[in-house]
């Protein structure tokens, strides 16, 4: 019986650089007196870099470096985009296969400043990732740190390696919360051009170039907290 050849998601890329140092020594430092089992391993690395590395969607996101898994350890912030690359990079530096997977969604919860600066409620290339784990590809969601589910009312995501964690449909009062609308596959690596042009056909190229100048030009993307904005909840149906 021929297993399934995953070399190419337990290798570093440009972008998903598991062969950095630090991203090498930060994955030793979670796993310190963890077992070899690779479900174990996985929800380990999972939960830290859920909640050790600050949600933010207000980052560049034109460039590969803005991705780059070591850049994301570095800052300790980053989007679903930056937080799925960073975890691919600790898991195949753990030596489990793992690769980036992509889909459109429906924000029902999100901040009022946040709806205003994407003019939709569709978050479009949400990132989320595929860990190979017992003879299977099991999903899970690193994008939002506890505290930030918290604020938002919304139980954190629980992974257990063994069954998709992806974002809940429902919030804690049984709002609508999240909806996956249409998914783009699974990758090796982070598609940055494919993911800027996807954003420029659904938010307008004036839109994206606009976010690109306000983050090359000027401080005021730097100056915007998510965690303090406003929430607000659009939908109203149980």
């Not at 991203?23 to 963890?34: A, P, V």
């Not at 933010?56 to 985009?81: M, N, Q, T």
């Not at 999100?110 to 939709?120: A, C």
């Amino acid at each position: 019986m021929i297993k399934n050849d995953n070399t190419n998601f337990l290798s570093a890329t440009a972008i998903i650089d598991s062969d950095n140092s630090e991203i090498i020594d930060y994955t030793k430092t979670i796993l310190d007196g963890t077992s070899d089992d690779h479900v174990e391993k996985a929800v380990k690395l999972y939960y830290t870099v859920r909640d050790g590395i600050w949600y933010d969607p207000y980052l560049p996101f034109h460039l590969p470096e803005h991705f780059r898994a070591s850049h994301v350890l570095k800052s300790g912030r980053g989007f679903c985009i930056g937080k799925a690359s960073l975890l691919c990079a600790v898991g195949r530096a753990a030596g489990i296969p793992i690769r980036v997977g992509f889909a459109n969604v429906r924000n029902h919860l999100s901040t009022k400043q946040f709806l205003d600066f994407l003019g939709k409620d569709i978050f479009v290339y949400h990132a989320y990732v595929e860990f190979y784990l017992e003879d299977q590809w099991v999903r899970a969601t690193p994008a939002f740190n506890v505290e930030l589910c918290r604020k938002h009312n919304v139980a954190p995501l629980e992974f257990n390696g063994r069954e998709d964690s992806l974002f809940h449909p429902y919030d804690a009062d049984n709002r609508k919360f999240m909806e996956y609308l249409e998914y783009h596959g699974t990758y090796a690596d982070i598609p940055v051009d494919a993911i800027v042009s996807a954003w420029e056909d659904a938010y307008g190229k004036e839109r994206v170039a606009e976010w690109i100048r306000l983050w090359e030009e000027s401080g005021v993307l730097k100056q915007r907290d998510f965690f303090t904005e406003e929430v607000i909840n659009k939908s109203i149906n149980s």
